[in-house]
């Protein structure tokens, strides 16, 4: 029950990811590689703020958002006045940036050595030290987000955003501010990226930059469009997918180092098969499957 509860608690963590990356990439069309970045900032500020000035997760949570945010909207300020391949690649030296930083600042973050004895969540009276009640923890945190993003995407400004991602100059030939539009997106996708972060210091009680790579930007990508680029309901598919696939091999039998190469070969070939259906995802096959029956 323990390593279920385990893996219900990452798909969560990946599921509150992808569904923060979609608003900037599936939604606006703003497909970034900085969002492990964005993920390690909320991590590294729970954590520091808990640790070196004994500040609770509750108090350390809104701060950890505000930090990412803040860092988002300064990183948009140059980042945003590019487009396309060019916004990706300006991404992808943020993500650097970030992650040497995080391997660079001993006195803050502690560099390679990381952050530990992260102490747990305390709600109320207790401490959140079970699995189950972290569990419930994040999974009400992550129906918060979604509902949040559901309703953000149904708005005129989410409206807005689809337009941007289908046509921008139309968007902005009928006057809608599409350089503020692409921030607040941006901003906000980076916020709600610090809120997981912050979940996993307290979950893991320790930190260090190789959580938060450049490789785990890609993979946090991957699911996103496996799951259906503007899709929530997607991002939980896919991260779920994405997420129990490679502890299903270990009861295969595979060797580990055969194991590792094996989930390499098997998420490449899923997101062929996506690219090959057109860019639809796993729940717009889904659907496409019901109707048809």
Not at 160 to 187: C, H, M, P, R, W
């Amino acid at each position: 029950m323990e390593y279920i509860l385990h893996l219900g608690i990452l798909i969560c963590f990946y599921t509150m990811l992808a569904q923060s990356l979609d608003l900037a990439a599936g939604k606006t069309g703003l497909v970034s590689l900085a969002h492990a970045g964005f993920y390690g900032i909320g991590a590294y500020t729970a954590a520091v703020l808990a640790v070196q000035f004994g500040r609770s997760f509750w108090i350390a949570l809104p701060i950890a958002m505000l930090v990412s945010a803040l860092t988002a909207l300064l990183v948009s300020l140059f980042a945003l006045r590019t487009t396309d391949d060019y916004f990706i690649i300006c991404t992808l030296g943020v993500q650097i940036v970030m992650f040497s930083l995080m391997n660079n600042l001993m006195s803050l973050t502690r560099g390679p050595l990381g952050i530990s004895g992260i102490p747990p969540i305390q709600f109320l009276d207790s401490k959140i030290t079970g699995k189950t009640e972290f569990f419930i923890i994040s999974l009400l945190l992550m129906a918060v987000m979604w509902w949040l993003l559901k309703n953000l995407s149904r708005s005129g400004f989410g409206k807005t955003l689809i337009a941007i991602s289908e046509d921008e100059i139309y968007t902005q030939s009928i006057g809608k501010n599409v350089y503020l539009a692409k921030t607040v997106a941006f901003t906000i996708s980076a916020m709600c990226a610090a809120i997981p972060g912050a979940l996993y210091a307290h979950y893991i009680a320790f930190i260090d930059p190789s959580s938060f790579t450049l490789n785990e930007s890609i993979f946090i990508l991957s699911i996103v469009i496996i799951g259906g680029m503007g899709s929530l309901k997607g991002s939980l598919i896919a991260s779920s997918l994405m997420v129990i696939l490679p502890e299903m091999l270990r009861f295969v039998g595979l060797p580990d180092y055969m194991a590792a190469n094996t989930r390499q070969i098997i998420y490449g070939f899923i997101l062929v098969l996506v690219m090959m259906s057109g860019g639809k995802g796993i729940s717009d096959l889904f659907t496409l499957r019901s109707q048809r029956g």
